[in-house]
C-alpha cells in the first residue's frame, strides 16, 4: 500500500471492547477531553511566547563535546524493550555512546549491561546488533569466555596467565535496570541510574500501563542523519508542520497543530488527536468511548528516546549525537497486534516501511537537514519557537539546565 492507503487503514482500524487492556482509561478520557477543547480553537497547549535561540549550539564542536558530556554520557539510556531480549543469552549492542556497552539476559532472567570489551586486550566480544541464544560471549581475538552473569569461564592457554584470579577479571558492569518493559542502563560505568529521579513517580506509574513487555518486536534499523541531534529530536515535538510537512499522509487523519503537553522531570508527555475524534467520537456514548482510538500518545525520555502509542505498533525512536552535525537514530516498530495473521503482517510491514519514508524524506529532510545547511552557512544567527511549540521550548530549558548541572 502507498502511503494514503497504509495511513487511511490505520486511522480506521478500531480497538473494541474495553480498548488496550492495560491502558489508565481515566487518562485516555482526560487527554481526549482536552483534545476536544484544543481542536475546537485549532491550537495546542502553548507557552506564554515565542523563543528565540541561538545557532551557535547547532555548529560549534566545543559546545557539542560539553552537550555529550552533560547529557549523553550522565543520563540513563534506552537499550530497547525486555521484548527485544526474551530468552537467556539474547543481546542487544549500544554502539553509539562514548563507552561500547551490550545488553544481554542471564539464566535468571536478569537484564544485565556491560562494557563491550574483553578484559585481556579489550577487543569487542559482541559484533552485531542483536542476537539470541549466547551459553559464552567469546573473544574473538584470543577466546576468552564470558557468561551472560559477566563471569570469566576460559581462558585459553591458560598457564601463560598463572596467578590470574577469573573471579577479578570479569566484565566491567554497568548499571542497568529493566522497569515496564523498558530496559534502561547507565551510559558508563560508574554512572548511576537511579530511575525514580529520572522518571518521577507519575510518569513512571503511567509508562506501566501501556503494555510494552506485551508487543510483538519486529523491525529495527538505523537512519544516519547529517544534522545536530536536537534538531532531529525536535521534529517529534510538534504537530504545528503537519499541514505544510505532511499533507499527502498524516494531515489527512490527525488534528494539524493541536497536541497537548506535559512535562514530568526533563521528560515529555505529548499527544495528538484524529479528526476523527470530531466527527466520530464526541457522538459516541460515553461509556462506550475507547478513546486510544483517536488520541495517540508519544513519550520524550530525555535525553534523546521518543516512545510513540497508537492502536496497532508502538514506534521507538533513539536519538545519539555523533558529531556537531551528525546524527544517527535507531528506529525500532512493535506491534500491538499478532503477526501470526496475514493481514496484520501486511500491514505491521506496510506501517514500517511509510515511517522510514516519511521521516526520512520528510521529517529530518525538511526539519533537520536543510535546517543544518542554513545554520552551517553561518548567516542564520538565530532560529524561533513559536508559543505553539511548547515542547520545543521545554526540550531547550531542559538541555540548558542539564548543561549547568556540571558547571
Known amino acids: 500500500m502507498d502511503q494514503r492507503e497504509t495511513i487511511k487503514t490505520m486511522a480506521d482500524y478500531r480497538h473494541t471492547s474495553k480498548g488496550l487492556k492495560s491502558i489508565n482509561h481515566e487518562t485516555m478520557l482526560a487527554l481526549a477531553e482536552r483534545h476536544f477543547e484544543l481542536a475546537a480553537k485549532g491550537r495546542p497547549d502553548e507557552a506564554p511566547g515565542m523563543m528565540e535561540v541561538g545557532t551557535a549550539q547547532y555548529l560549534e564542536p566545543a559546545l557539542f563535546e560539553r552537550e555529550k558530556r552533560a547529557i549523553f554520557n550522565r543520563y540513563p539510556v534506552v537499550a530497547g524493550l525486555s521484548r527485544d531480549m526474551p530468552n537467556p543469552g539474547d543481546y542487544i549492542k549500544i554502539d553509539d555512546l562514548q563507552a561500547p556497552l551490550f545488553v544481554t539476559r542471564t539464566k535468571s532472567g536478569k537484564a544485565k549491561a556491560f562494557i563491550n570489551g574483553c578484559r585481556h586486550r579489550g577487543t569487542a566480544l559482541v559484533t552485531e546488533a542483536r542476537g539470541c541464544g549466547k551459553a559464552v560471549f567469546s573473544c574473538p ?134 479528526n476523527t475524534l470530531q466527527t466520530e467520537y ?43 552535525n551528525e546524527t544517527i537514530v535507531q528506529f525500532s516498530t512493535y506491534s500491538r497486534l499478532p503477526l501470526d495473521n496475514p493481514e496484520n503482517k501486511a500491514l505491521f510491514e506496510d506501517v514500517f516501511r511509510n515511517a522510514v519514508e516519511i521521516v526520512t524524506t520528510e521529517d529530518f529532510d525538511f526539519g533537520a537537514v536543510t535546517s543544518q545547511r542554513a545554520i552551517d552557512s553561518g548567516v542564520l544567527k538565530t532560529i524561533i519557537f513559536g508559543a505553539n511549540e511548547l515542547p520545543l521550548q521545554l526540550m531547550e530549558q531542559s538541555i540548558q539546565e542539564a548543561m549547568r548541572e556540571i558547571g
Open 141 to 274: 581475538y584470543h577466546g576468552w569466555g564470558y557468561s551472560p552473569d559477566g563471569d570469566l569461564v576460559s581462558v585459553p592457554n591458560a598457564e601463560a596467565f598463572e596467578g590470574l584470579n577469573k573471579k577479578n577479571y570479569g566484565l566491567i558492569e554497568v548499571a542497568c535496570e529493566e522497569r515496564h518493559g523498558i530496559i534502561f542502563v547507565a551510559p558508563n560505568a560508574g554512572e548511576d541510574l537511579n530511575l525514580d529521579k529520572h522518571l518521577g513517580r507519575e510518569l513512571s506509574d503511567e509508562l506501566a500501563t501501556w503494555g510494552f513487555d506485551q508487543v510483538n518486536p519486529a523491525h529495527h534499523t538505523p537512519i544516519p542523519v547529517k544534522a545536530n541531534w536536537k534538531l532531529v529530536l525536535g521534529t517529534f515535538l510538534e504537530t504545528y508542520h503537519f499541514k505544510a510537512t505532511h499533507k499527502n499522509n498524516l494531515a489527512l487523519v490527525y488534528n494539524c497543530n493541536v497536541n497537548t503537553v506535559d512535562a514530568y522531570e526533563k521528560n515529555l508527555r505529548v499527544s495528538i488527536s484524529m
Open 282 to 324: 464526541a457522538h459516541q456514548p460515553e461509556d462506550e468511548r475507547i478513546p486510544e482510538n483517536y488520541v495517540h500518545v508519544a513519550y520524550l525520555l530525555f535525553p534523546g528516546m521518543i516512545l510513540i502509542n497508537n492502536a496497532q505498533v508502538l514506534q521507538m525512536f533513539r536519538i545519539f549525537p555523533k558529531s556537531v
